[in-house]
């Protein structure tokens, strides 16, 4: 009996060293090596994980930090110091990335874009939009319950008086979560440097589209004809830019507009003013 139980014990170690060193020999053949720089990386890194930079997350932007796919510079939420602490851990340049924000199109607050009916509901852009579109008379216009605001981690856009929301472009890391927020598909991330921008996306046209709203485009085409060949396109009786054309764009293209819908921004309007931001985190 004993040597039975001996021989048992003996047979299961005997089993269990050569299962070890099995999962010993996979596991050194088959060990990935993980950079070491990754984790102090991510350390340095935002944390945010906005995807604003084109990658998954602030971990995956290590890693294509790490192989040289991609420059310090090219995360939007961090800033100057910030980049060039992780340019300098790495030695690498920090490169330059081109500023991209949030922009609205829409002009329409409450102060010229009326409402049909008013809604009573749960008080959410998406569960409005739902429900007979809002009750705006602009049934593609802004509905101004700040879905959109309440989305964004970076206190990047507030309403304003109007019941419009307004972007910070300081703030805003180009993330893209108002875009996905918006029912009315009103945001859209645009290069800091776009100037020309069609503040309306209604399909309206003429007095139609006047009545719904002051600052409608009302689909008369001046801003096509004014503007450098190629810039604007008349589509559907919506004036569309031609962001590929951005350099030959030109304020002239505004200059006709008779409701104001086509903007070029410039100067202070890229800026927004303290007063504005009082109340909103700042």
Known sequence: MFWSVLSSVAILGGLGLVFGALIATAHRRFKVF????????TDLLPGT????CGCAGCRTFAEQLVEGKIQPAQCTVMGADQIDTVAEYLGVEAGEAEKRVARLLCAGGCDVAPRNAEYLGLATCAAASAV???GKSC???CLGLADCETVCDFDAIFMNSTELPVVVPERCTACGDCVDACPKDLFEILPLEQKLIVQCKSLLEGERAESTCAVVCNGCGR???DAAPGVIDMIDGLA????DQNDLAGPEAIARCPTGAIVWLEGAQFAVSDS???GVGV
């Open 34 to 41: 993980e950079d070491p720089r990754l984790d102090v990386l």
């Open 223 to 225: 801003c096509a004809l």
């Open 276 to 278: 504005s931001l009082q």
């Open 139 to 141: 049934t593609w216009g």
């Open 240 to 243: 569309v830019v031609n962001y």
């Open 132 to 134: 007979a579109g809002g």
């Open 49 to 52: 994980n906005c995807g604003a």
